[in-house]
T-cell receptor, first 117, second 115 residues
Framework: DVKVTQSSRYLVKRTGEKVFLECVQD?????MFWYRQDPGLGLRLIYF???????EKGDIPEGYSVSREKKERFSLILESASTNQTSMYLC????????????????FGPGTRLTVT | QKEVEQNSGPLSVPEGAIASLNCTYS??????FFWYRQYSGKSPELIMF????GDKEDGRFTAQLNKASQYVSLLIRDSQPSDSATYLC???????????????FGPGTSLSVIP
């Protein structure tokens, strides 16, 4: 059974703090993703990684950075938390294979609800 | 900007009816399409995927894809109260042979099945 775990379900931080969100997957997936989900805006991709030490910006990378030192672990870092980063953060992983455009499904972690005050 | 659009709902159907959820996408090169279900307070889980034009059936669920019209739909037959959730349409953008998969999610449609 695929398992994606996230370090915290709920997190409350103060403005200006550095915040680390961690994600671990146990299926040897190449791809890992960080999304945020806000009401009415759906899932928006922050960053993704297709290999160790590789990363690509998603649609809303500003204010975030990531780290992938090991294949199973992908960390999201909020360098200086702000109130507009209050959101649900979802990590996901998938196998990579490009075969005529076919893509593998993404498996999601339980999410971290971050509140920045 | 590549986009995926869905009616936000809420869509209400009586128990036992067919629920029809629609999704349109802007990137003509898209080739992989997914439907995720998300219960309130939970993370999304995949329920259907489709790559070829036409219908794909899995139990009470049928995914329909029409690439010419750039839409994909999900039909839920014999809807149950347990189907009440938000349904997210996701599309892999057609970016050719790359080393990563970029999937764009729609905003989701909230479905409520009334007993």
């Amino acid at each position: 059974d695929v398992k994606v775990t996230q370090s915290s379900r709920y997190l409350v931080k103060r403005t200006g703090e550095k915040v680390f969100l961690e994600c671990v997957q146990d299926m040897d997936h190449e791809n890992m993703f960080w999304y945020r989900q806000d009401p009415g805006l759906g899932l928006r991709l922050i960053y993704f990684s297709y290999d160790v030490k590789m990363k690509e910006k998603g649609d809303i990378p500003e204010g975030y950075s990531v780290s992938r030192e090991k294949k199973e672990r992908f960390s999201l870092i909020l360098e200086s938390a702000s109130t507009n980063q209050t959101s649900m953060y979802l990590c996901a992983s998938s196998f990579y294979m490009w075969l005529g455009g076919i893509s593998y499904e993404q498996y999601f972690g339980p999410g971290t609800r971050l509140t920045v005050t | 900007q590549k986009e995926v659009e869905q009616n936000s709902g809420p869509l209400s159907v009586p128990e036992g009816a067919i629920a029809s959820l629609n999704c349109t996408y802007s990137d003509r090169g898209s080739q992989s399409f997914f439907w995720y279900r998300q219960y309130s307070g939970k993370s999304p889980e995949l329920i259907m995927f489709i790559y070829s034009n036409g219908d794909k059936e899995d139990g009470r669920f049928t995914a329909q894809l029409n690439k010419a019209s750039q839409y994909v739909s999900l039909l839920i037959r014999d809807s149950q109260p347990s189907d009440s959730a938000t349904y997210l349409c996701a599309v892999k953008v057609g970016i050719g042979k790359t080393s990563y998969d970029k999937v764009i999610f729609g905003p989701g449609t909230s479905l409520s099945v009334i007993p």
